[in-house]
């Protein structure tokens, strides 16, 4: 039973999604019914019950076909520890992993907007980035890549920009494909549709929160469409989330922006990523 060679380990809200899909219009990647399954999360995977449901996303692949995992969690410094010890005792040896990151202050307003939308949080964006510090800590990327760089080195690591990857989402696309060893000539254009946006996402409360959460839609129906399926599914049917809420002021911008100063030097010293304009 085969694991992944890829992971997409982040960041949350940097287009993770998109990029996913695109791989996987490569004939030569397996597209998974499950994007973001976080397996490597929690020890469970380590059980027999844990790394059989790991393995058993990745069953229907051909044996030719790469594998990937595409789970922001693998990023979510310090909620989520262990990762990456996890990933290098359980995966292939040569497996490789992708960090497609955004501007930091535009990446805290998307959180927080889609943590607005599942109700996870229910204050202002000025309040709850100073009350919560997963959203600073989230955007300190050379921080989460730290652990990565140390455990496979960083020839093993490719680093993206959203905002690079969303100008050309093909040529981002293929010169991944290329660092993969794949054919980036067998890549189809690219699908224009976008991924996991807050702005106009579909709601899952009420009656379709509970044929969401309902063991035999999770179990039996679930499983018999592709992500991209029930994503298409639920934009056309579902209702749609409000607009985005207030912006942060001025003054949490520029409190944000200390906050990261030191470590977004460091991703450009460290990791030749060009400064956002």
Same mark, same amino acid.
């Given at each position: 039973?085969?694991?992944?060679q890829?992971l997409?380990?982040g &960041?949350?809200?940097?287009?993770?999604t998109?990029?996913?899909?695109?791989?996987?219009?490569h004939?030569?990647?397996?597209e998974?019914d499950?994007k973001?399954?976080? &397996?490597l999360c929690?020890? +469970?995977v380590f059980?027999d019950?844990?790394r059989?449901?790991?393995? !058993?996303i990745?069953s229907a692949?051909?044996p030719s076909?790469?594998?990937c995992?595409?789970?922001t !969690?693998?990023?979510k410094l310090?909620?989520?520890?262990?990762v990456v010890e996890r =990933?290098?005792?359980l995966?292939?040896d040569?497996? @490789?992993?992708?960090y497609i990151?955004?501007?930091?202050?535009d @990446?805290?307003i998307s959180?927080?907007h889609?943590?607005?939308v599942?109700?996870?949080?229910t $204050?202002?964006i000025d +309040?709850? $980035?100073?009350n919560f510090?997963?959203?600073?800590?989230?955007s300190?990327?050379a *921080?989460q890549l730290?652990p990565? =760089? +140390? &455990?496979?080195?960083r020839?093993?690591?490719?680093?993206?920009?959203?905002?690079?990857?969303?100008?050309n989402?093909r040529g981002v696309t293929?010169?991944l494909?290329?660092?993969?060893?794949?054919?980036a *000539?067998?890549?189809?254009?690219a699908d224009?549709?976008?991924?996991?946006?807050?702005s !106009?996402?579909?709601?899952?409360? !009420?009656f379709?929160?509970r044929?969401?959460?309902?063991?035999?839609?999770?179990n039996?129906? @679930?499983?018999l469409?592709?992500?991209r399926?029930?994503n298409?599914?639920?934009?056309?049917?579902?209702p749609k989330v409000?607009g @985005?809420?207030?912006p942060?002021?001025a003054e949490t911008? =520029?409190w944000?922006r +200390?906050q990261?100063?030191?470590d977004?030097?460091?991703l450009?010293a460290?990791?030749? $990523?060009?400064?956002?304009e």
């Amino acid at each position: 039973m085969r694991l992944p060679q890829l992971l997409i380990i982040g &960041a949350m809200k940097s287009g993770t999604t998109g990029l996913f899909f695109d791989l996987c219009l490569h004939p030569e990647v397996f597209e998974p019914d499950v994007k973001e399954p976080h &397996a490597l999360c929690s020890d +469970e995977v380590f059980t027999d019950q844990g790394r059989a449901a790991y393995t !058993g996303i990745y069953s229907a692949a051909a044996p030719s076909q790469l594998l990937c995992d595409a789970s922001t !969690g693998y990023s979510k410094l310090p909620d989520h520890t262990g990762v990456v010890e996890r =990933a290098v005792k359980l995966l292939p040896d040569d497996f @490789r992993a992708v960090y497609i990151l955004r501007e930091p202050i535009d @990446r805290i307003i998307s959180q927080h907007h889609h943590e607005m939308v599942e109700h996870t949080v229910t $204050v202002g964006i000025d +309040e709850a $980035v100073r009350n919560f510090p997963r959203y600073v800590q989230f955007s300190r990327y050379a *921080s989460q890549l730290d652990p990565w =760089a +140390e &455990a496979i080195g960083r020839d093993r690591i490719r680093v993206l920009r959203f905002e690079d990857y969303t100008a050309n989402r093909r040529g981002v696309t293929a010169e991944l494909c290329t660092w993969l060893g794949l054919d980036a *000539s067998l890549l189809p254009p690219a699908d224009s549709t976008i991924h996991n946006q807050a702005s !106009g996402k579909p709601v899952l409360t !009420g009656f379709w929160g509970r044929v969401a959460n309902h063991p035999l839609y999770r179990n039996y129906v @679930r499983p018999l469409a592709s992500p991209r399926v029930r994503n298409a599914l639920q934009r056309a049917i579902l209702p749609k989330v409000p607009g @985005r809420p207030d912006p942060p002021t001025a003054e949490t911008v =520029a409190w944000l922006r +200390e906050q990261l100063k030191d470590d977004t030097a460091r991703l450009q010293a460290e990791w030749s $990523v060009p400064a956002w304009e």
